[in-house]
Antibody, heavy 120, light 111 residues
Framework: QVQLQESGPGLVKPSQTLSLTCTVSGGSISSGGYYWSWIRQHPGKGLEWIGYIYYSGSTYYNPSLKSRVTISVDTSKNQFSLKLSSVTAADTAVYYC????????????WGQGTLVTVSS | QSVLTQPPSVSAAPGQKVTISCSGSSSNIGNNYVSWYQQLPGTAPKLLIYENNKRPSGIPDRFSGSKSGTSATLGITGLQTGDEADYYCGTWDSSLSAGWVFGGGTKLTVL
């Protein structure tokens, strides 16, 4: 059974770059057949899709975040990562990683999420 | 403002039935599959329904999904106190700003 676990700093200063990693266990990213996703949830608010990556490196990003987002994959470590640049307090959120079958499909499973606070 | 519109809250008594609506447009719900997610307090979202009306293994048949035109509905029968959660719909939006979109979420209270 595939499991995902987010990791990274819980506190980032304004204007800096937020960096998170999702480690996949119980399955191999390089096997293909799935896209790997980042989704965030602002405190007390709804869900916002950030983007996907395939093991080959092909990516799709939320147009509203595209200029600041980079999602990458490291198949040797069975991990994929999120970088969000020029962060502000508005980027404070719980960040989830999740798996999806293909572009436009549902998300399952999800990681437990990690809270990132942007503050000086 | 979310692209998909859900009621902020719904409530019903234990044992009763409740429905949660999700309204969109032809660029999203109208031409793509809808999925539903349950988020219990303090936990990550969990897939409840995919491809409009299919349940993943382990999801009881008290949960059902349907779609008609540009709207989708989640139904929950035999409500239990453990069903108190936030519920989100989601789908792909094929407009010029293509991407995955979620509804704003609905808080279910089991009275």
């Amino acid at each position: 059974q595939v499991q995902l676990q987010e990791s990274g700093p819980g506190l980032v200063k304004p204007s800096q770059t937020l960096s998170l990693t999702c480690t996949v266990s119980g399955g191999s990213i390089s096997s293909g057949g799935y896209y790997w996703s980042w989704i965030r949830q602002h405190p007390g608010k709804g869900l916002e899709w950030i983007g996907y990556i395939y093991y080959s490196g092909s990516t799709y990003y939320n147009p509203s975040l595209k200029s600041r987002v980079t999602i990458s994959v490291d198949t040797s470590k069975n991990q994929f990562s999120l970088k969000l640049s020029s962060v502000t307090a508005a980027d404070t959120a719980v960040y989830y990683c999740a798996r999806t079958q293909t572009v436009g499909d549902w998300f399952d499973p999800w990681g437990q999420g990690t809270l990132v606070t942007v503050s000086s | 403002q979310s692209v998909l519109t859900q009621p902020p809250s719904v409530s019903a008594a234990p044992g009763q039935k409740v429905t949660i609506s999700c309204s969109g447009s032809s660029s999203n719900i109208g031409n793509n599959y809808v999925s539903w997610y349950q988020q219990l307090p303090g936990t990550a979202p969990k897939l409840l329904i995919y491809e409009n009306n299919k349940r993943p293994s382990g999801i009881p048949d008290r949960f059902s999904g349907s779609k008609s035109g540009t709207s989708a509905t989640l139904g929950i029968t035999g409500l239990q106190t453990g069903d108190e959660a936030d519920y989100y719909c989601g789908t792909w939006d094929s407009s010029l700003s293509a991407g995955w979109v979620f509804g704003g979420g609905t808080k279910l209270t089991v009275l």
